[in-house]
């Protein structure tokens, strides 16, 4: 399966943590999240308010260069709005 959209960061206890968000609908997002020091990639752990916030950002940059089509920026809009309720 094809990875939509994918970054790493580092954690602060310097563990880097890869996320990874897929649409295998056009009304669904999957969720995923792999620790450095882990085996398995995570599909449980719901995301927090800070990769609602890097998603938005990167699906609205991807949004602009024409990657992405509008529907998606409006489905992850909708999506953060109704799991942060804001």
């Known amino acids: 399966m094809k990875a939509d959209i994918e970054w790493t960061e580092r954690l602060e206890d ?7 968000i ?3 609908g056009k009304t669904l997002m999957k ?3 792999k620790r450095s020091d882990e085996e398995f990639w995570d599909y449980d752990t719901p995301p927090t308010p ?6 938005v950002e990167k699906v ?3 949004y602009h260069r024409r990657r992405l089509p ?4 409006e489905l992850v809009k909708k999506l953060r709005k109704e ?4």
């Open 70 to 73: 509008y529907h998606r920026l």
């Open 14 to 20: 310097r563990v880097k943590r890869k996320v990874r």
């Open 50 to 55: 800070e990769d609602w916030d890097n998603i």
């Open 22 to 24: 897929t649409f295998p």
């Open 83 to 86: 799991a942060l309720g804001n």
């Open 31 to 33: 969720w995923q999240t």
């Open 60 to 62: 609205d940059i991807l």
